[in-house]
């Protein structure tokens, strides 16, 4: 069809300017579509969400049967779970699922055998589901690991009954209340990074040795540590009194190696922290004391002398260490301890 | 991925470099573009960027376990590249598929057409200055997804189809929701053409430029509404029917030339917002059909491993997407190829570049709809 | 904020010289000769010379102008003495406002013997007053003698200095605001809510970003030209914000109301594309090269129609003074410039898309069009110096909202009042400002309008619009008019002005407003997720 | 006038047009084999591009899509061509048996101008060189790729110009709870 000429053009061009113009202003008057999240939405998004919304995986673990199909069909191995054989018989000791690699195919969950009754839900759902939870936005990367089963503790398998073939289904808590529960602490667990180092330096701004060293707050801080110190020796405890920094100035790649070796007794000298100085070696020194089960009070003062040896009074460590040659840590260095 | 290494032309030529962040290229890929500052001498497209291997990864998972990969072949119209590798797949294992899945296939791929045209027609409005019109029309897209997401669950990468039917049956009320939203959107699609597609300004930026005859189209492979625009009257849903689209009537757009020559960027925007139309009448008629066939929408495979190898043809968004699978006997598939519609009109960009202006290559890479994910896979 | 800057002007009102020279009738035997001279600034002395020594020295003498009603209603009276028999000095103290009028001079004298004697100048030829307030020169003048402890040359760079000041304090506010209500306006024609988190209802948010650019760092690229990089953006700055001298915001609101008003406002938005260019290519990318370039052969050829286009206007006034060409406009719409005949009509149209240009505002946002150039000429820039490009575009958006409202829409005129009346008190003044206020911002609205509905111009699209339609139609328009000035009877014009609103203004409106119902109704909005609903402001 | 062609009256057309030799043999569609293949002779295959595309009768005006197969097991490596024509919609299944180690095929860049992509692509991912191809680079892999990584015999190099090709999954490097108790 030929262009319009001269004059033609000019009538084209006002007409349809005209024409669009009339449209927006149309569109002026409706009401916006968009929404103002998060504070200011008429009901928190997660509850508008269709019932069939892909967001976290969750594992009722009281009905799973630990019979691995999830973790097998995963195209991408996202899911681990770890059976071990116990004098109580075989108990899934680990159950991961790292949702910030999952693209939410929902494989897993066609794939699971068992199916349970969810709270408040029609449709019968499976022992690994979806939620309509997906707020996963955090600085440490470890947190959008879930993990179902704590490190240390363990859960039995779940026992179908087997004559009651058309009994009614295995109840099942209503679907999102493992998932917040299990991201809230992955969020306990994997403090982020800056925000605890900038605390610590915060918090305790002076760190001289007579503050530091002071018998009331010594006596404070012993028997506060002592309370923490139940039998059980978490390298986190030890990870939490460092700089966290992961300045290698220790010779260990990352803060959570020097802790997992100091809680190990692989490296016994505690004083190598050097952003962390005097601070980092009094709290320190005590957890060791703690662990071999001396007194607070003992703790105190073993740690007391420990201190001042390797520390000036304005709290800077007194040897400026030469950087030994980084010592193969046990596990590969990743970011926080564990 | 390759250094393209340029000899320093004649004096006062310019070398610029667009992309491969750029905002017009519609993703990941870098054009090498020698001008004098508004002419250019030719735009030496330069992809790579966005390979992920996925052919390779089929050979590494099963053929159930690679489907959410292929969602990832073209994000954008996530739908019809799942149909694709099950109908490759089914063509290869002999499977059948239940009645009701099939008609459930159309509806989701016909509403997934629509959204990743919604993307193609707005992003080339943004292109080309306009940003309101680009605005409206993904709030069109929001209610689609929102349809597609209580269907399946996800907005944009489904992995609702599967082999031997789909992954989850019409949930309640669904139905009444998406014919409310077919006869809000007729109206708007017009609503559209009038604002944007009719202006004076866009069409003399689009009529008549970088036209592209029904030979050069079919020569480099161009396929789908690029094919469609220069002429050619070929649509795989009506000429090699798949899935129950014998039993749905339906027009094909072609391009007619309506603002200046059969085949150029106008026509080709045009031929989409046709498809539009197209797409919800036949969203309509399936939801009518649907209704009527057994409550059976999946018939999983007992053994999947065939031998032998199948081509199977998909109509997607962005034209014919063939699949072609070759079996051995194992539970993965020996080799898996994905041949793409905006594969082939990557090499059209740079025959078609020479003497364009640089504003010119932008309408014109939008025109032909292409997204990196579907040329690197 | 507007109504302060408003006071403010009036304040440092300045006129400075020239003006038309009222043709003066050859007096009769009438005692008093002349006066001179007729345009008087707050703190000049008016002299009155007599035929034939009629005044007494040393007598208390007084000069009253009854022509002009002074500030309490009556007469003007000025204090004066005689200097010699035929020679009187009367000071015009001060005026707050601008006065003209005509009138005939009375010197009244009270001789030492009781009796008073009063003089007229010849009844039949008043002399054409124009009173002004003190001008910028005279207020520094006056400010020198105030200060003598002072050098004189610093005093009055200062009172210059304070009068920019003034001036220009309301520009950054300015330019917020129309900012702040771009984007309201474009997030309501794209189904968005807007900004509605900073101050009431988000109207603060241009303070949020005018202190988040200030905070951040401003990056000079290692390989640009150090000092012009700096100094383009306020050239650019500088380009137009000396176009708001002569603007008219009421009667008296007006910097300095110069002679020649229109040829200063063309010539010095041409200042503008100094900065952009010279920014463009000290950036030194291609990008913003090519941007620079884009924008400078824009700015230069849309120059030519716009100046043609205000050439119809002001060959229609016959003087380029702003406030002249508001004078020659009526208040009501028919009497206005833009329905005054079909050549003005069309010369508005041209004079619009040639300030659209001008501005790179859309469609003709070439020179920073995201999707080719990146950013254009300010994609290096940062910080601070970046927010002065920004800055500049949207005061511009005031800046033509203005000159489009003084030249063709009747600028301050308010409606069913008359010059005179105006003139008699500032309350009509203040009505006037608003009254220009309001048809500055409808304008406003309408460029804000169009950028969110057009797209964008191809370079030689560009070009071509300019030099085959805009130059040839506006010289047409200047050829027209002088044909209509010159031919057509005041019977005819005045059926022309009528029919022309009627056709255009009511018809046009009409017809566009049936076409918003009608596309208001195309389809209902569509909630499908009720829970959460649509947006809410 | 269009009318569609199985397999074996292409191949008889072709060995009619192009001689006895230029088909070595038509694989019916039967078994896993879906669609009947035209195994062709590698020398003679630019001339029966030819013959597809021009005769009128096969009018194959649409090279569909180009595809390596490494079979490692037999030592080859076949290059499958799919062709489509418009007017008689009809399609042929072309494959070209070359050795696996030195694969040399003749480039159909000339006939069908989007070959050029889909050579230099199957050229990139499984070394198949294409004899008379314009422009044989490789299209998606950075230019100096050590090897053709879809050969099933392509070991993943471990690093790239410095970058590890491959990451530790990140459920490894969570200590066990086993690790933990000791």
Redesign the interface.
């Not at chain 3, 306006?185 to 809510?193: C, E, F, L, P, V």
């Not at chain 3, 969110?452 to 699209?461: A, E, H, S």
């Given at each position: 069809m030929k262009r319009p000429g001269y004059f033609g053009s000019v009538v084209e061009a006002v007409r349809t300017t005209a024409e669009g113009l009339s449209i927006t202003l149309a569109q002026y008057f409706r009401r916006p579509t968009t929404v103002q999240y998060p504070d200011r939405t008429a009901v928190p998004v997660r509850e508008s969400l269709p019932s069939r919304y892909r967001g976290f995986l969750e594992v009722d673990l009281a009905t799973c049967t630990a019979c691995k199909a999830c973790e097998r069909d995963c195209p991408i191995d996202v899911i681990r779970i770890d059976v071990e054989k116990r004098d109580e018989g075989r108990v899934m000791s680990r159950f991961d699922i790292d949702l910030g690699k999952c693209m939410y195919c929902g494989i897993c969950v066609e794939s699971c055998p068992v199916e349970v009754r969810a709270e408040g839900e029609a449709e019968p759902q499976k022992v690994i589901r979806f939620t309509r939870e997906f707020e996963g936005a955090t600085t440490a990367f470890p947190t959008l690991t879930f993990r179902f089963i704590k490190p240390g503790e363990a859960a039995p398998p779940y026992k179908p009954p087997k004559k009651a073939e058309a009994a009614e289904l295995p109840p099942s808590p209503a679907r999102g209340e493992i998932a917040r529960r299990v991201r809230a602490e992955a969020r306990v667990e994997n403090p982020p990074a800056f925000a605890a180092a900038l605390a610590q330096t915060l918090a305790d701004r002076d760190e001289s040795l007579p503050r530091l060293l002071a018998p009331e707050v010594l006596a404070a801080r012993a028997r506060e540590l002592a309370a923490k110190v139940d039998g059980d020796f978490p390298s986190a405890l030890v990870a939490e009194a460092l700089a966290r920094t992961d300045c290698e100035a220790c010779g260990w790649p990352s803060c959570g190696d020097y802790a997992r070796a100091i809680a190990s007794g692989a490296d016994a000298q505690t004083w190598k922290c050097l952003p962390g100085a005097a601070k980092a070696t009094r709290d320190v020194a005590l957890l060791v004391q703690l662990r071999r089960g001396a007194s607070p009070e003992r703790a105190a003062a073993a740690a007391a002398d420990l201190v001042r040896m390797h520390h000036r009074a304005d709290g800077s460590p007194k040897t400026a260490l030469a950087l030994p040659a980084p010592i193969a840590s046990t596990s590969s260095s990743t970011g926080g301890g564990q | 991925m390759s250094e393209i290494v340029i000899d320093r032309g004649d004096g006062d030529e310019v070398v610029l470099n667009m992309g491969p962040q750029h905002p017009s290229t519609h993703g990941v890929i870098r054009f090498v573009i020698r001008t004098d500052g508004e002419i250019m001498k030719e735009a030496i497209p330069d992809v790579g960027y966005l390979h992920r291997a996925i052919e390779h990864i089929a050979e590494k998972c099963t053929y159930e376990g690679f489907m959410p990969y292929t969602d990832r072949v073209d994000y954008v119209c996530a739908m019809t590249a799942n149909h694709a590798w099950a109908l490759a797949v089914e063509k290869l294992g002999a499977l059948p598929v239940p009645e009701r899945a099939e008609y459930l296939r159309v509806i989701t791929d016909e509403l997934n057409r629509i959204s990743s045209h919604a993307i193609a027609l707005g992003a080339m409005a943004m292109d080309l200055g306009a940003t309101t019109p680009f605005m409206l029309i993904l709030r069109e897209r929001e209610f689609v997804n929102e349809l597609i997401e209580e269907l399946c669950g996800a907005r944009l990468t489904y992995n609702y189809h599967r082999v031997g039917g789909v992954g989850w049956d019409l949930p309640a009320g669904w139905r009444d929701k998406v014919l409310r939203w077919c006869d809000h959107f007729v109206p708007v699609i017009d609503e559209y053409q009038r604002l944007i597609a009719e202006n004076a300004l866009f069409v003399r930026r689009l009529a008549n430029m970088a036209v592209i005859t029904a030979e050069e189209a079919v020569g480099y492979g161009l396929v789908g509404p690029n094919l469609r625009a220069s002429g050619v009257d070929f649509d795989v849903r009506r000429d090699l029917p798949y899935s129950v689209y014998p039993k749905l009537k339906f027009e094909v757009p072609v391009g007619r030339g309506a603002m200046g020559t059969v085949g150029d960027a106008w026509d080709r925007y045009a031929v989409r917002i046709d498809e539009w139309r197209q797409s919800v009448a036949l969203v309509r008629q399936a939801l009518d059909l649907v209704a009527g066939t057994p409550p059976e929408f999946l018939s999983t495979p007992k053994k999947l491993k065939p031998t032998g190898e199948a081509f199977a043809r998909v109509e997607a968004a962005r034209g014919q997407m063939s699949c072609y699978v070759v079996g051995d006997g194992g539970a993965n598939a020996y080799r898996a190829r994905f041949r793409t519609g905006s594969f082939n009109a990557m090499q059209i960009i740079r025959a078609k570049s020479r003497g364009l202006m640089v504003a010119d290559l932008v309408a014109l890479i939008a025109s032909l709809d292409v997204v990196a994910p579907e040329i690197d896979r | 904020m507007r109504m302060r800057a408003a006071f403010a002007l009036v304040l440092a009102a300045a006129a400075c010289g020239g003006g038309d020279v009222a043709v003066q009738l050859p007096a009769t035997r009438a005692p008093i000769r002349d006066a001179r001279p007729t345009r008087l600034h707050a703190g000049e002395t008016l002299t009155v010379e007599g035929r034939g020594g009629p005044f007494t020295a040393g007598a208390t003498t007084q000069v009253i102008l009854p022509g002009l009603r002074g500030f309490k209603g009556g007469p003007m009276i000025l204090p004066a003495r005689a200097v010699g028999p035929d020679r009187v000095l009367a000071t015009y103290d001060s005026a707050v406002f601008r006065y003209t009028g005509s009138s005939v001079v009375e010197v009244e004298q009270r001789l030492p013997d009781g009796t008073t004697k009063r003089l007229s100048s010849d009844p039949r030829a008043p002399f054409a007053f124009e009173l002004a307030p003190r001008d910028v020169a005279t207020a520094a003048l006056l400010a020198e003698r105030a200060l003598p402890s002072l050098p004189g040359w610093l005093v009055g760079a200062l009172t210059l200095l304070l009068v920019a000041a003034i001036v220009s304090l309301p520009i950054p506010v300015l330019a917020g605001l129309i900012v702040t209500w771009e984007r309201k306006?474009?997030?309501?024609?794209?189904?968005?809510?807007g900004p509605n988190r900073v101050g009431p209802r988000g109207w603060l948010q241009w303070l949020a970003d005018g202190v988040k650019l200030l905070l951040k760092e401003d990056v000079i690229p290692t390989a640009a030209d150090a000092r012009l990089f700096r100094a383009a953006p306020y050239l650019a700055f500088l380009g137009l914000f000396l176009t708001f001298i002569v603007l008219p915001f009421s009667r008296t609101l007006i910097v300095a109301d110069l002679d020649v008003g229109v040829l200063f406002l063309v010539s010095v938005t041409s200042l503008v594309v100094v900065g952009i260019l010279v920014g463009g290519w000290a950036s030194n990318s291609?990008?913003s090269l090519?941007g620079g370039?884009r924008s400078a052969a824009q700015i230069i050829s849309y120059e030519l129609p716009a100046s043609m286009a205000l050439l119809t206007l002001v060959v229609t006034t016959g003087s380029l003074r702003t406030q002249a060409i508001v004078a020659a406009q009526g208040a009501a719409p028919w009497d206005w410039f833009l329905f005054r005949t079909p050549f003005t009509l069309v010369a508005f149209v041209i004079w619009f898309i040639a300030a659209l240009a001008e501005g790179n505002r859309?469609?003709f946002?070439?020179p920073e069009?995201?999707?080719?150039l990146?950013a254009g000429f300010f994609t290096e820039y940062s910080g601070f110096r970046f927010s002065l490009y920004p800055l500049v575009e949207w005061v511009n958006l005031a800046v033509i909202g203005a000159v489009g409202t003084a030249l063709f829409l009747g600028g301050w005129r308010v409606p069913f009042v008359t010059p005179e009346m105006m003139a008699t008190s500032w309350l009509w003044d203040l009505l006037g400002f608003f009254v220009f206020a309001l048809k500055d911002v409808a304008i406003i609205f309408l460029v804000i309008?169009?950028r969110?509905?057009?797209?964008?111009?191809?370079?030689?699209?560009m070009m071509s619009l300019c030099w085959?339609?805009a130059v040839p139609w506006s010289m047409a328009c200047v050829l027209g008019t002088l044909a209509w000035v010159w031919l057509v009877p005041s019977g005819v014009d005045q059926a022309a002005r009528i029919a022309l609103f009627a056709l255009v203004g009511v018809g046009g409106g009409a017809w566009?407003a049936l076409?918003?119902?009608?596309?208001?109704r195309?389809?209902?909005?569509?909630?499908?997720?009720e829970?959460?609903?649509?947006?809410?402001? | 006038m269009a009318m569609a062609m199985d397999a074996e009256a292409i191949a008889a057309r072709l060995r009619a047009l192009v001689g006895e030799d230029a088909i070595t043999s038509v694989i019916a569609a039967e078994g896993g084999v879906r669609d009947a293949v035209l195994r062709v002779a590698i020398p003679r295959w630019l001339e029966v591009a030819r013959a597809l595309r021009d005769e009128p009768d096969l009018a194959f005006d649409f090279l569909d899509c180009v595809t390596a197969v490494d079979r490692p097991k037999d030592g080859r490596i076949d290059v499958v061509y799919h062709l489509f024509s418009y007017r008689h919609r009809h399609l042929a299944v072309v494959r070209l048996e070359a050795p696996r180690d030195d694969a040399r095929v003749p480039s159909v860049v000339a006939v069908w101008p989007t070959a050029d992509w889909n050579e230099r692509e199957q050229y990139d991912l499984f070394g198949v060189r294409f004899d008379g191809h314009p422009d044989l680079r490789r299209l998606l892999m950075p230019e100096d790729w050590p090897n053709h990584p879809m050969r099933k015999d392509a070991a993943q190099p471990p690093s790239y110009r410095g970058m590890p090709t491959t990451r530790p999954n990140t459920l490894d490097l969570l200590p066990t709870s086993t690790l933990v108790r000791k």
């Open positions: - | - | 306006i474009s997030a309501a024609m794209q189904s968005r809510i291609k990008w090519l370039m859309t469609p946002d070439l069009a995201e999707s080719e990146v309008w169009i969110w509905t057009l797209p964008r111009f191809r370079v030689d699209q085959r339609y566009f076409r918003v119902r009608a596309n208001a195309a389809y209902s909005d569509l909630v499908l997720n829970k959460l609903g649509g947006g809410r402001p | -």
